[in-house]
C-alpha cells in the first residue's frame, strides 16, 4: 500500500508534498513536547509515519478546499479494511483520524463532525496546530516568529488545544529584544 501512498502523495503536487512533510515533522515535535512521543513509534509502519499524509487528499485539480479531508480519510479507511496485520492497521486508523479531522476546533465550531476538546484525536489537534503554523509560517513570511505565535495563542482553547500551543511556543521560544 505505501507505493500507492507515494503515488496519491505525488498526484499533490511539491506545494503540497513539502507541507505535508513540515507539517509531519512539528506534529511529531509537538507529541513529544507535550510527552506523547511514545505513539510516534507506535503508529510507525516501516519508515512512514500517519504525520506525514494530513493532506494526502489534495488534488491539483480540486475546487473545494476542504474536500481533501474527506478524500484522504476515505484513502485510509479503504487501507484499513485491506490491512493484513496489526501495525497496518493502526497507521491508516490513525492516518485517517488526522485527515478526517485536522479542521475540527478545540471548541466545537470545526468539522466535519464538530467535535471538541479531547474528543478529537490528538493527532488532529496537533494536526491542526502544525498546519496552522505553517501555513503562517509560509504564506505570511512577513510576520515575526512572535507574531505567529500570538496568531495561534489568540485562538488557544477556542480552535486550538491550549496545551499544544503552549508546546509550540516552547518549541519556538521568542527572544526577548535588547
Excluded at 476542504?66 to 479503504?78: E, V
Excluded at 497496518?88 to 471538541?116: K, M, N, Q, V
Aim: glycine share 8%; aromatic share 8%; net charge negative.
Amino acid at each position: 500500500m505505501q507505493i500507492d501512498l507515494d503515488t496519491w502523495l505525488a498526484s499533490c503536487g511539491s506545494e503540497v508534498q513539502s507541507h505535508n512533510r513540515r507539517t509531519g515533522q512539528l506534529i511529531r515535535a509537538l507529541l513529544t513536547e507535550v510527552g506523547r512521543g511514545e505513539l510516534i513509534n507506535l503508529w510507525r509502519l516501516n519508515q512512514n509515519g500517519p504525520c506525514d499524509y494530513h493532506d494526502i487528499g489534495k488534488r491539483a485539480t480540486d475546487t473545494d478546499p476542504l474536500r481533501h479531508c474527506s478524500r484522504g480519510a476515505a484513502l485510509f479507511s479503504q487501507a484499513y479494511e485491506k490491512a493484513l496485520d496489526g501495525r497496518e492497521r493502526i497507521f491508516y486508523s490513525i492516518a485517517c483520524d488526522l485527515c478526517r479531522y485536522h479542521h475540527e476546533r478545540w471548541d466545537g465550531t470545526g468539522g466535519p463532525e464538530h467535535l471538541s476538546g479531547d474528543d478529537i484525536p490528538i493527532i488532529a489537534r496537533a494536526g491542526a496546530v502544525a498546519d496552522a503554523w505553517d501555513y503562517l509560517d509560509t504564506q505570511k513570511p512577513q510576520l515575526s516568529q512572535k507574531e505567529k505565535l500570538q496568531c495561534l495563542k489568540a485562538y488557544a482553547g477556542t480552535w486550538y488545544d491550549p496545551e499544544l500551543v503552549a508546546a509550540l511556543e516552547r518549541l519556538f521560544p521568542v527572544q526577548p529584544v535588547e
